[in-house]
Nanobody
């Protein structure tokens, strides 16, 4: 099972940018759907973005469309989330996840089989 490690979180002012990185222990392209979720205390995990295993299809939550960009570097087995124009409501623990290549329910946490430990993103107003 693929192991995932996130990095890149931190404290940023509203309107600022951060890039999150998720390093995978093995090749993910064509094998896994990759996604980012976020969670605040006492709330359910919230879907942020996903990228298909094959075909380069991208999916975004409405709340981040136009501000966040998901990408992957297949040579480095790495997933990214570029976050621009950050807002205080983006504050959360962000986790990357890997699901089977034929996953169709991209926004559902139960579709994913591997999770990273998460990285904190805090946006101050």
């Amino acid at each position: 099972q693929v192991q995932l490690v996130e990095s890149g979180g931190g404290l940023v002012q509203a309107g600022g940018s951060l890039r999150l990185t998720c390093a995978a222990s093995e090749r993910t392209d064509s094998r896994y759907v990759m996604a980012w979720f976020r969670q605040v205390p006492e709330s359910e995990r919230e879907f942020v973005s996903a990228i298909s295993a094959i075909g380069g299809r991208f999916y975004y939550a409405d709340s981040v469309k136009g501000r966040f960009t998901i990408s992957r570097d297949n040579a480095k087995n790495t997933l990214y989330l570029q976050m621009n124009d950050l807002k205080p409501e983006d504050t959360a623990v962000y986790s990357c996840a890997a699901g089977p290549y034929d996953t169709t329910y991209y926004s559902t946490p139960h579709s994913y089989i591997s999770w990273g430990q998460g990285t904190q993103v805090t946006v101050s107003s």
